[in-house]
Nanobody
Framework: QVQLVESGGGLVQSGGSLKLSCIAS????????LNWYRQAPGKQRELVAT???????DYADSVWGRFIISRDNNKKTLFLQMNSLKPEDTAVYYC???????WGQGTQVTVSS
């Protein structure tokens, strides 16, 4: 059974940084495109960043220039470095493998003003 386990969330002041990790128990991790999503209270889940299997990266406009997605295929781990955090970044962050339809349990990020 494929599992994704996120970690690294927490409480941080506006302007601060956090680094999220997502460890996958899946074979052929390097063959998959990987996503980070987030869901704020009362809002729909939104795509934050994508790391393709070819090494390409894409970001939502709201995080462009502040967040960096990366992956370590040897360790089967996806990362999200979040810098210059804002209160509107407060949400539960999820990693996702779209080809498998698998989601992690989420990790809470709270940014205080």
């Amino acid at each position: 059974q494929v599992q994704l386990v996120e970690s690294g969330g927490g409480l941080v002041q506006s302007g601060g940084s956090l680094k999220l990790s997502c460890i996958a128990s899946v074979n052929a991790f390097d063959r998959y495109n990987l996503n980070w999503y987030r869901q704020a209270p009362g809002k729909q889940r939104e795509l934050v960043a994508t790391a393709t299997r070819e090494g390409n990266k894409d970001y939502a406009d709201s995080v462009w220039g502040r967040f960096i997605i990366s992956r370590d295929n040897n360790k089967k781990t996806l990362f999200l470095q979040m810098n210059s955090l804002k209160p509107e970044d407060t949400a539960v962050y999820y990693c996702h493998i779209p080809a498998l339809g698998v989601w992690g349990q989420g990790t809470q990020v709270t940014v205080s003003s």
